[in-house]
């Protein structure tokens, strides 16, 4: 029996269909499994958006052919939402109404980079430490979250005491910095760090999981008016791509197939860092639940929406970004112009007026800025 060649077409279009559908689908639901055990699903949830724009595309062009297997994709879509509506902020429809009884709190979080250029630019590193901290000081925030913050205590490097700089230049007189390791010698430091115009009345370190390299988790009380709330900010485990792996991914996505045989250290890497950021993220959420008081939390989670961290830690807290932001708001530029991988993450005492992505390239992640405002306690859901 002999097939026509639109029969063909036709039947490699459906199954092409289906295929993209399920993959899309296990992409979504990937977030509910633990990469401890189930670490080959979260490969499939950091690549949820292209997924997402195949099956689209697909569904489209099922339309267009008027094909019954529509339903498939159909089905897929909205067994993805939660997944898509994590991915994707759609603009909200009605303006935030501002409670002109209660102080708008402008809170900036940026992982630095150390201060220093990335993928070794050839302008000195002296100019993007510059501009970071006249960034920061141009926005004015309230408060500033710093992952992978790097200063010096050495005379001789005064240039280099951002702690100091931030502080007195800047106009932040409390500060709380986990001063996890020090990179070269005794004198630098390096961690995640809060800066704050309104008083620390306590803070803490906690860390969060055994690592040469590791940020601790920290958290400062910050007295706002005659409230207490508690502001978290944390750098969970980097893959650690050097400048080898980077090159390969640029080849890789150039079709190079010897990029691809040589890419097993890259997976090793991705393997490792799902399964130590799940334990990270489940530590980080005892210490939310844990808190008196609201809270927010922010910081490079080093993962997408659609991970196990980010469902891990969302969960019972509201994003920024899908309040106040729209599309995907990326904030890693390096590898793809999709991952969002910093946020800030409040609980529901608190109500999101603006959110913001500041698009620019000094360090390897953008820096992200909200203001919120504490809600009144009747207005809070349970």
């Not at 026509?4 to 979504?28: E, K, N, Q, Y």
Request: charge should be positive; proline fraction near 8%; include cysteine.
């Amino acid at each position: 029996m002999r097939f026509a060649p639109f029969t063909w077409l036709r039947f490699l279009f459906h199954l092409l269909l289906v295929g993209c559908s399920c993959i899309m689908l296990l992409a979504a639901w990937s977030p509910y499994m633990d990469p401890a055990q189930w670490w080959p699903l979260a490969f499939l949830g950091l690549t949820f958006p292209l997924w997402l724009l195949l099956v689209i595309i697909l569904w489209i062009l099922a339309l267009l052919w008027k094909s019954k297997w529509i339903v498939v994709p159909t089905l897929a879509l909205i067994g993805s939402w939660k997944a898509i509506a994590a991915t994707i902020a759609f603009p909200p429809l009605r303006k935030p109404v501002e409670d002109v009884a209660q102080p708008v709190i402008k809170l900036m979080s940026y992982n630095v980079h150390g201060f220093t250029p990335y993928r070794n630019q050839p302008d000195p590193q002296e100019k993007y430490s510059r501009a970071m901290l006249q960034l920061i000081a141009d926005q004015q925030p309230d408060v500033i979250c710093l992952q992978e913050f790097f200063t010096s205590d050495n005379p001789r490097l005064k240039k280099k005491d951002f702690k100091t700089y931030i502080s007195d230049s800047l106009g932040y007189p409390y500060r709380y910095f986990s001063s996890d390791f020090n990179p070269s010698h005794s004198t630098s430091h390096s961690g995640v760090i809060i800066f704050s115009r309104w008083p620390i009345c306590r803070a803490d370190k906690i860390p969060i999981i055994q690592h040469p390299h590791a940020e601790s988790l920290i958290y400062a009380d910050l007295r706002i008016g005659t409230d207490t709330v508690r502001l978290f900010t944390v750098h969970l485990q980097s893959i650690y791509l050097n400048q080898n792996d980077l090159m390969r991914i640029e080849e890789m996505k150039q079709g190079n197939d010897t990029a691809w045989r040589a890419s097993r250290p890259i997976w090793s890497k991705l393997k490792r860092a799902f399964i130590r950021r799940s334990e990270e993220s489940k530590r980080v959420k005892q210490a939310l639940n844990q808190s008196p008081y609201p809270v927010i939390l922010c910081g490079d989670f080093n993962d997408t929406p659609v991970s196990f961290t980010y469902f891990t830690l969302v969960r019972g807290m509201q994003d920024g970004f899908l309040k106040c932001g729209y599309g995907l708001g990326a904030t890693y530029y390096s590898i793809s112009p999709t991952l969002r991988i910093d946020y800030i993450l409040a609980s529901k005492h608190w109500r999101f007026m603006r959110f913001m992505r500041i698009p620019v390239h000094l360090s390897d992640h953008y820096p992200i800025v909200a203001e919120l405002q504490l809600r009144t306690p009747s207005s809070v859901k349970p």
